[in-house]
């Protein structure tokens, strides 16, 4: 499976960024997907993820209420919409859908106080 992540930025504190994950490859043993995140000199933590079967979501404390993960099947997408963004939210941030685990290479979001 191969991950590419768009949708990252600058943005100001308060504003909204949608993060996009495409997938491409062979999907059919998915069953988590998931959104993480790694700010300069700290380690990657979990923001966000989805069960493909349920849908049943979960989230970081840090980000509930803000940000939103779904998933498109038809278009092999995920999405993260990230709405009053704040500047701890800088980081880089990485698609991840497993098993197996894969991982894209990372998209910036930058937020600016």
């Known amino acids: 499976v191969q991950l590419v992540e768009s949708g990252g930025g600058l943005v100001q504190a308060g504003g909204s960024l949608r993060l996009s994950c495409a997938a491409s490859?062979?999907?059919?043993?998915?069953?988590?997907m998931a959104w993480y995140r790694q700010a300069p000199g700290k380690q990657r933590e979990l923001v966000a993820a989805?069960?493909?079967?349920?849908?049943?979501?979960n989230y970081a404390d840090s980000v509930k209420g803000r940000f939103t993960i779904s998933r498109d099947n038809a278009k092999n997408t995920m999405y993260l919409q990230m709405n009053s963004l704040k500047p701890e939210d800088t980081a880089v941030y990485y698609c991840?859908?497993?098993?197996?685990?894969?991982w894209g290479k990372g998209t910036l979001v930058t937020v600016s106080s």
């Open positions: 991840y859908q497993g098993p197996p685990p894969n």
């Open positions: 490859g062979n999907t059919d043993n998915i069953n988590l």
């Open positions: 989805i069960f493909a079967g349920s849908g049943t979501t």
